[in-house]
């Protein structure tokens, strides 16, 4: 267990709370990623670039923040994309 999961699940303890719903907090926290694939993203320099649709159906508050609308991005066959600066994963 990584040292951030033994204080967050101290601070919880701490609360009062049940260790079995701490540790669910805990797994929720770290899976806050988007998933993509190659038919509403790409990668470019390093950068990844989703697509409008897939923008506008990420609907958890802390994924939706990292959509930078500014930085935008034209694909011939994907049409307007955006930056994005959160984690991800990606399937092929």
């Known amino acids: 267990m990584p040292i951030t999961d033994f204080f967050l699940i101290f601070i919880l303890y701490k609360k009062g709370e049940d260790l ?4 669910s907090k805990i797994k929720n926290h770290q899976m ?3 998933r993509v694939g190659t038919k509403n993203s790409k990668v470019i320099n390093g950068q990844l670039f989703i697509t409008e ?3 506008i159906s990420i609907k958890i508050k802390n994924l939706a923040d990292k959509i930078n609308w500014q930085d935008k991005v034209f694909h011939p066959t994907l049409g307007k994309m955006l930056s994005y600066s959160g ?3 990606r399937v092929v």
């Open 53 to 55: 649709l897939k923008a």
């Open 32 to 34: 806050k990623k988007i």
């Open 87 to 89: 984690k991800y994963i």
């Open 20 to 23: 079995a719903i701490s540790k």
